[in-house]
């Protein structure tokens, strides 16, 4: 078998592994959101973030939670060739009260402004929503060979507050720590893509 060949058989056995469950309780986080937490198992890599990671090459740094998102469930994840979409749909709003994040190579940021990041190597950009009824904002993280923008289809009270909880959980894991995992996994038979 060729390094490529094992190296998406692999992915596809981390993929499904991490998220084969349905949630369907009402309290606590979603436990298809753990392999997107940033504080991995050393040797044993998160099939999302290296499905995230294999899809924007690019990429230095992959976008990952750094803490539970209780009240989040996740309700998609879709990997292709040269970008990613995860959209989160918020457990006590409406049925369309959604964060997505997008990951890509780049993105248009249209009117964004740029604003002060808390991530060293990345850019941000603020768009403000234009709805007067539904929180709509749109972050962007930029940084060479990727961008991960976070857009908001909120409404109600306290929709800011939501967005608020989910945004501030955003994290990126470095694409060597992943990279490393996966060698460790593997016996440093596989790795990322360069």
Known sequence: MNTRL???????LLATGGCGD??????????ATRPLR???PPDEPSGMQVLLAQSVPTASAVPCLNDDVTDWLMTVFEV???KARIEFT????RDDDTATLDFAADCDLGAAREVSS???GMRRYDRPGT?????TDRIYYVS???CTSLRFDLSGAGADLRGAEISGVLGFVPRATLDRQIKAASDGHLHLDP
């Not at 349905?22 to 436990?31: N, Q, R, W």
């Not at 918020?90 to 709003?93: K, L, N």
């Not at 709805?131 to 929180?135: D, G, N």
């Open 6 to 12: 094992a190296l998406i058989t692999a992915l596809l």
């Open 22 to 31: 349905v949630y369907i309780g009402p309290d606590g986080p979603d436990p």
């Open 38 to 40: 940033c504080q991995q």
């Open 80 to 82: 292709v060739n040269g």
């Open 90 to 93: 918020h457990r006590y709003g």
């Open 118 to 120: 808390r991530f060293d």
């Open 131 to 135: 709805s007067a009824t539904r929180y």
């Open 144 to 146: 060479p060979g990727a």
